[in-house]
């Protein structure tokens, strides 16, 4: 049986702009070899709402729901992320059609789990090693307020990696709960997460280092 992968992360306001630029395919050029440019057009989205950015639906969706008196921090987490997928022998063994379904009902458990409302964006990427999709939430509470924290205990996250995988199982997928160092092979495989986290760092980095070599002219 094969292992569903299921990897949470938080991004705070600094990082969402670059993360987008890699789920949308919005660089230019891409320094993840992994990529194949040819396969792009292949990729899809299962939440598709008209937005400008993501940034420009997270704060849409604070207006909307955000009871707080104060002023959000800046260091504040505005979007948790996460990335469902499997081994590649998994996805060898499924139509194009069960492929499409596996995604589909990861993407409605973590719907209903943190509340449609909630979900920025749900893109699937088939230009990479391995099929896998990006899910990206904005971490509003039921008590109107931007609390990652809350939402994203270790009790919960552990729920999730316990209760998708039976989720799945019951609607006639062979997979079950990642562990051990296999999970962390595959999340290698698919993401290359510390790569492209460093990656995006440096864009970031030369982004400020142009501004300021504008700003000493």
Known sequence: MSYMVCHGMKSKAGDIKNIEKHIERKNKDYKNKDIDKSKTHLNYDLHYERYQSYKYRINERIKEEYTGTRAIRKDAIF??????????EFFKNLSEERQREYFKISYDYLKDYFG??????AKVHLDETAPHMHLQLVPVSSEGKLQAHKLMTKDRINKIHSDA???LQERGFEVERGKGKTGKKNIK?????KAKKLEESVLELEDKIVKLNKELE
């Open 79 to 88: 979007m948790v992320n996460f990335v469902i997928s499997s081994d590649q």
């Open 189 to 193: 495989d698919i993401y290359k997460y």
């Open 165 to 167: 995988p039976k989720w």
């Open 116 to 121: 449609e409302k909630n979900v920025v964006s």
